[in-house]
């Protein structure tokens, strides 16, 4: 079984910065990609950054230049740093992760909401 528990969501002002966190747990041996989702409501949910076990990484053009993804792979943690945040950038952040053993089943987080202030 894998958890995945994410945090640092919040209420920010515009041109702010938040940094979001999401650690993994249970029976892992390798974290193959990891990545970060938004989805606002009525609409699908998309790519906002990914990482993977190379440290490889790859961003929506929105957020490019003001986001970085990052990981940790003692830890187990994918890090999304958000600088210079924007309105358009509300939406619930989830993060997403493969297994070097199943790569094609990924295991999703519970989701973090993020409102950015105008």
């Known amino acids: 079984q894998v958890q995945l528990v994410e945090s640092g969501g919040g209420l920010v002002q515009a041109g702010g910065s938040l940094r979001l966190s999401c650690a993994a747990s249970g029976t892992i041996f390798s974290i193959n990609d990891m990545g970060w989702y938004r989805q606002v409501p009525g609409k699908q949910r998309e790519l906002v950054a990914a990482?993977?076990?190379?440290?490889?990484?790859g961003y929506a053009d929105s957020v490019k230049g003001r986001f970085t993804i990052s990981r940790d792979n003692a830890k187990k943690t994918v890090y999304l740093q958000m600088n210079n945040l924007k309105s358009e950038d509300t939406a619930v952040y989830f993060c997403?992760?493969?297994?070097?053993?199943?790569?094609?089943?990924?295991?999703w987080g519970q989701g973090t909401q993020v409102t950015v202030s105008s």
């Open positions: 997403r992760i493969t297994l070097t053993i199943n790569r094609s089943f990924p295991f």
């Open positions: 990482i993977t076990d190379g440290g490889s990484t």
